[in-house]
């Protein structure tokens, strides 16, 4: 079994060579820009770590682990257009550099490069691979079609929030374990314990995720802090909030929102603070991050083989990026 710095390393010494052709110049540097600014690589290294809880490292799992870094970096870049985010791992996203419509075409054409990888896979298991990455393809377009219309709702409540992140952000991680799993040779079981394990901890990164854009280090974050705010998106914080303070400060939260003057980013940082959403952030991660072990403890592989899972878990409810 390889650490999770180890696996690191094995994907981005498979994944470093440049992804496209060269010309037409501009569109091709576009989709290579977002690769090359790096990241953490957690998705891809995470189908490594699941299939290596089976079996030693098949190349399999290199091109179902490049599928995920493709697709997730394309959708990165449609979010970015769609969020107007002028950052992206601390520096300037595919649009604000090369043009939104150059930007969707090279999220586009990463898109066709991650399904280009499931023709190398054994024909074991490249059905069921493909299928699992088309349903999670379609599931992360649904949550963030909820996304956009929730910034337009009063009205979004906590377990309407849930879904949409589960289908946006955690269904993702879900189907990378599963993914490992399955190329893997895991059973059934197995391979779905692990996906409700991916599931429940990418619920708990998002919940990090959004504590960080409220409340994190601007230089260690990478992008643009108070931007979920500014985008008036809703997020674990704002609706815990706007659920839990008394009928004058949901008022003031609700005109806040409707709001574009510089000063909204502290006065809703404020009333975060009044309403303790930050321990109340902390707790909840804590309870999905637990329900996602739960799960890991149900996979019948060696406790050797889950302790890098467990390193895994420990490092992302810890990141301040």
């Known amino acids: 079994m390889h650490t999770f710095a180890e696996l690191s390393q094995q994907f981005d010494l498979h994944f470093k060579n440049r992804q496209f052709p060269q010309q037409p110049e501009h569109l091709y540097d576009a989709a290579q820009y977002i690769l090359d600014l790096g990241g953490k690589r957690v998705r891809p290294v995470s189908v490594l770590l699941a299939q290596e809880m089976f079996s030693e490292l098949k190349t399999d799992a290199l091109h179902a682990a490049t599928a995920i870094e493709l ?49 190398k896979m054994d024909t074991a298991y490249r059905n069921e691979a493909f299928d699992l990455f088309n349903q999670t393809a379609r599931e992360v377009c649904e949550g963030q079609q909820m996304d956009m219309d929730f910034e337009n709702q009063s009205d979004v409540v906590m377990n309407q929030y849930v879904h949409m992140i589960t289908l946006k952000t955690s269904v993702l991680l879900a189907a990378c374990m599963k993914m490992g799993a399955l190329i893997g040779g895991a059973s059934p079981a197995c391979q779905d314990h692990l ?126 990026s």
């Open 71 to 119: 697709f997730h970096n394309f959708s990165l870049i449609h979010d970015d257009i769609m969020d107007k985010a002028p950052l992206r791992r601390g520096k300037d996203t595919v649009h604000s550099l090369y043009g939104e419509s150059t930007a969707l075409l090279a999220g586009d054409v990463m898109l066709v490069r991650a399904y280009e990888q499931f023709s």
């Open 195 to 320: 996906y409700a394990f991916g599931k429940n901890l990418g619920i708990a990164f998002q919940i990090q995720d959004d504590y960080l854009d409220a409340f994190g280090d601007p230089e260690k974050f990478g992008k643009q802090v108070g931007g979920d705010i500014q985008s008036n998106k809703k997020t674990f914080l704002l609706i815990h909030a706007l659920q839990n303070t008394d009928q004058a400060t949901r008022n003031e939260l609700e005109k806040l929102l409707k709001s574009s003057d510089s000063g909204k980013v502290d006065a809703v940082l404020s009333i975060f603070k009044s309403c303790g959403v930050d321990a109340w952030a902390e707790s909840e991660k804590s309870a999905y991050t637990a329900l996602a072990l739960e799960h890991l403890e149900q996979v019948k592989a060696a406790d050797h083989a889950k302790i890098h899972m467990r390193h895994l878990v420990q490092y992302l409810m810890n990141r301040e």
